[in-house]
């Protein structure tokens, strides 16, 4: 049996890396110009963070979310995406209390169809920063 990567999904090889640093980079120096601050969010959450946020009868909330009990008993969700948790982590540790404008990478990962179809988001730059 040979194993390969999941359809839809990619590997960034080596020869290619340096094409995406550059881009990364320049894009952060953009993000950086403009006062945007990075913040790198767990890849799962409580599931609940999910349901409420988005709301328990939307289509990723029924059909589309990677959901499963942890050691515990706890429902956990693996992210699909990106604006609950960063709401979650401002409130959290009372960036309130600043002016500031956030920009994150975002891996979201639902499932589409039947398939695993693992998005790469930047919320960067969208005008969906939280100031």
Known sequence: MRIQAIRGV???MPDEI????WVENKANQVFTRYGFK????????KTKLFSRGIG???DIVEKEMYTFEDRGGEKVTLRPEGTASVVRAFIEHKMYTSQT???WPNVSLRTTSGRTV??????RGR???IS
Do not use: A, H, Q
Not at 38 to 45: A, N, Q, T, V, Y
Not at 118 to 123: D, E, F, K, R
């Open 38 to 45: 990075e913040i790198r969010l767990p890849i799962f959450e």
């Open 118 to 123: 693992p998005t790469v988001l930047s919320n």
């Open 56 to 58: 328990e009868t939307t």
């Open 101 to 103: 404008v956030l920009s």
């Open 10 to 12: 990619k590997d960034i």
């Open 18 to 21: 340096e094409k995406w640093r």
């Open 127 to 129: 005008g969906n920063g």
